[in-house]
C-alpha cells in the first residue's frame, strides 16, 4: 500500500525546545517537500528536495531545519528559533518537481505553550 | 508571497446545486493544479490543466483556464454533502524554480 505518513498527528512541545516531526513514503519520488499552514490560510513551502543529499529554503525556512539522508524520508526540525511554530504541517512528495502532481501527507499538527 | 488567489474564500450552497470557484494568479505558469483538503487532513489532487489547454474534465469536476485572463476556474456539478471541504488552485510558475504555490482557498460546504 503506497503513500505518503507522517508522524505524529498531534504533538504538544514547550516553548524552546526543538522538535522534529517525520515523513516518510513509500511511492519511489525524487521530490519531497514540507509546508506549513495556518488556520484559515494556503500552504507556505517550508524547505524542499529534489534529490537524496540535497535540499533548498522554501519561502519561510527561517527557524526550520531538514535533512535528506534517504530517498525516503524527509524529517523537519522546528527550532527554538522559529518564532510561531504552533501550525499544521504537511508533507509531500511528488515524481519530479515543480509541474508534477504531489501527493501529500495527513499532516502533523504542532502545538507549542 | 501567493501567487493563487481564490474566489470567493467561501461558499455554501444546496445538496444537487453546481459550485463554481475561481482562482487569479499573477505571473505566466507552465500549469496550474487544483486540490481537495478536507477538514484536519492532507491535499488531495483533483486535476491539472496546462498553459496550453482551456478547459479540461475529469467526472463532476470542469476545469477552465484563461491565460490571457490569468485565472482559472473550477465547476463541481450536481454537489454531494461529501464535497465539503476547502479547495486549493496551486501555479508552477514559468522560469521558476518550479515549486508550487498555493492559494488561500475556497471553503467549499454543501448542504444536505
Known amino acids: 500500500d503506497g503513500g505518503i505518513t507522517q508522524s505524529p498527528k498531534y504533538l504538544f512541545r514547550k516553548e524552546g525546545q526543538n522538535v522534529t516531526l517525520s515523513c516518510e513514503q513509500n511511492?519511489?519520488?525524487?521530490?519531497m517537500y514540507w509546508y506549513r499552514q495556518d488556520p484559515g490560510q494556503g500552504l507556505r513551502l517550508i524547505y524542499y528536495?529534489?534529490?537524496?543529499?540535497?535540499?533548498q529554503k522554501g519561502d519561510i525556512a527561517e527557524g526550520y531545519s531538514v535533512s535528506r539522508e534517504k530517498k525516503e524520508s524527509f524529517p523537519l526540525t522546528v527550532t527554538s528559533a522559529q518564532k510561531n511554530p504552533t501550525a499544521f504541517y504537511l508533507c509531500?512528495?511528488?515524481?519530479?518537481?515543480?509541474?508534477?502532481?504531489?501527493?501529500f501527507g495527513p499532516g502533523t499538527r504542532l502545538t507549542v505553550t | 508571497s501567493q501567487q493563487g488567489e481564490e474566489d470567493p474564500q467561501a461558499l455554501s450552497i444546496q445538496e444537487g446545486e453546481n459550485a463554481t470557484m475561481n482562482c487569479s494568479y499573477k505571473?505566466?505558469?507552465?500549469?496550474l493544479q487544483w486540490y481537495r483538503q478536507n477538514s484536519g487532513r492532507g491535499l488531495v489532487h483533483l486535476i491539472l490543466?496546462?498553459?496550453?489547454?482551456r478547459e479540461k474534465h475529469s467526472g463532476r469536476l470542469r476545469v477552465t483556464l484563461d491565460t490571457s485572463k490569468k485565472s482559472s476556474s473550477l465547476l463541481i456539478t450536481a454537489s454531494r454533502a461529501a464535497d465539503t471541504a476547502s479547495y486549493f488552485c496551486?501555479?508552477?510558475?514559468?522560469?521558476?524554480?518550479?515549486?508550487?504555490?498555493f492559494g488561500s482557498g475556497t471553503q467549499l460546504t454543501v448542504l444536505p
Open positions: 509531500a512528495s511528488s515524481q519530479g518537481h515543480g509541474t508534477a502532481e504531489q501527493y
Open positions: 528536495s529534489q534529490i537524496v543529499n540535497d535540499f
Open positions: 505571473t505566466s505558469i507552465n500549469n
Open positions: 511511492l519511489n519520488h525524487d521530490a
Open positions: 496551486a501555479t508552477d510558475p514559468s522560469g521558476s524554480a518550479r515549486q508550487l504555490t
Open positions: 490543466i496546462r498553459s496550453n489547454e
